[in-house]
């Protein structure tokens, strides 16, 4: 607003240049944020398979300590689903045999 007020004395050449400079800085803050868009949409990662799913394994056995290791962090805790790539059902089952490895000593609570 304080700019269509001082804009009312001005020349026509000035105005002109006022005006050319106003749609130039609008169209680039425009262009910019349409190209930010577009790289935010651009950047979705693939989707993980889920490993249980994918080898049709019949169970999740809290034996299977080197199978539930890949699932577990260097200070011991459960990974989660969009790191691990498991699907809702096996995380669910993963994190009980995870769990029981735990209290039978199979796998520590904390990284040693």
Request: aromatic content about 6%; hydrophobic content about 40%.
């Amino acid at each position: 607003m304080a700019l269509l007020a001082t804009y009312v004395g001005l020349s026509h050449a000035v105005r002109a240049a006022v005006s050319t400079y106003i749609d130039r800085t609008d169209m680039a803050s425009t262009s910019t944020s349409k190209k930010r868009n577009a790289a935010k949409k651009e950047r979705r990662p693939k989707r993980k398979i889920c490993n249980f799913c994918a080898d049709k394994q019949p169970d999740i056995n809290y034996k299977d300590v080197t199978r539930l290791r890949k699932y577990i962090s260097e200070r011991g805790k459960i990974l989660p689903r969009r790191i691990s790539g498991s699907c809702a059902k096996h995380q669910r089952l993963l994190t009980v045999a995870v769990k029981r490895a735990r209290v039978i000593a199979f796998l520590p609570f904390v990284a040693d």
